[in-house]
């Protein structure tokens, strides 16, 4: 059977960590004998953590698309999520206890307002209670240990910053308040395109504080990685099928969906097997001369992946090889 190669993007239910969410993939791919064994074994990962808190888009890699993890992580995020207002915990999020109360409850408006700070470079704090790495150690296992860490400032970009007002409006009507627009507000639901390293987590508290309370995460759920979304996604049942006997290439997207942000050339077949032996390629003998600059696909037979290459100064260099 031909192996798997390409991405399965899942919609990551509440609860399941990224981690429990690639084993998951590994075990279906056991079961329908697709992962294969020793040196043969598949490689699995993932494109970006997602807290167990949150849900959505998880692109996991299988076989030579893992080798394009690193740019998946690299890639922008889309978000939506749910700021409680009236109460700050330590974690952030709805799973710890709680450090700080507000009676202040800020209008539509003001939320409004306040966006434009938060759009654009920013700088924040990460939560203690995350995967970031001080002195060797894991900063929410010395937060759980109860040793007291400073979390350096960060810089991050906000591309895009909104309020969600459909989901807003359904949520504020059933509370005790009828006009979201007047009358403070309990939770607002608020839409972000976010870079690398950005913290949801702290934007949420951030927000809150500029607007004169506090305020935690009760909602968050990534809509887009990179160049997937939850329309491309599929359900933990769905990926249990695969390992039930269903198609997998019913639901495994082509190694190349990763890098639909690049150019792609197709070469000759003895170009083809230079790069595969990891030499250059002279520009001027590309037939064609796709006149490419920077980072580009490279591809054989019309559109097979040969490797992620980069032309410089009319070389062509092998940034990452596909063994398909």
Known sequence: MTKPH??????????????????????????????????DKLKVGHGGTLDPLATGVLPIAIGEATKLC????????????????GTETETLDIEGAVSETSDHRPTLAEVEAVLPQFTGPI??????YSALKIDGKRAYDLARAGVEVEM??????????????????????????TSLDTNGLSEITLRATVSKGTYIRSLARDIARALRT???????????????????????DKLNEIGKGADITD????????????????????????????????????????????LFLATENQGSPV??????????????????
């Open 6 to 39: 390409g991405w399965i993007i899942l919609d990551k239910p509440l609860e399941l960590g990224s981690t429990q969410a690639v084993g998951a993939v590994k075990r279906n791919l056991r079961e329908a004998g697709l992962l294969g064994k020793g040196k």
């Open 70 to 85: 690193g740019r998946m992580l690299d890639a922008s995020k889309m978000y939506e999520f749910t700021i409680g207002f």
């Open 251 to 294: 639901y495994l997207l082509p190694l190349e969906a990763g890098l639909d942000d690049i150019p792609a050339f197709d070469l000759t077949p003895d170009q083809a097997k230079l790069l595969r032996q990891g030499m250059t390629l002279d520009e001027r003998e590309m037939i064609g001369n796709p006149a490419l600059n920077g």
């Open 307 to 324: 490797a992620l290459a980069e032309l410089v100064d009319g070389t062509v260099k092998v940034v990452r090889g596909f063994n398909m």
């Open 123 to 128: 700088e924040q704090i990460p939560p203690k």
């Open 152 to 177: 350096k400032l960060r810089a991050v970009t906000i591309y895009g910053l909104s309020v969600r007002l459909e989901r807003s409006r359904e949520t504020f009507v059933q509370g005790v308040s």
């Open 214 to 236: 506090v305020g935690h995460v009760t909602m968050l759920r990534r809509t887009k990685a990179g160049p997937f979304t939850l329309k491309q996604a599929i359900s933990l």
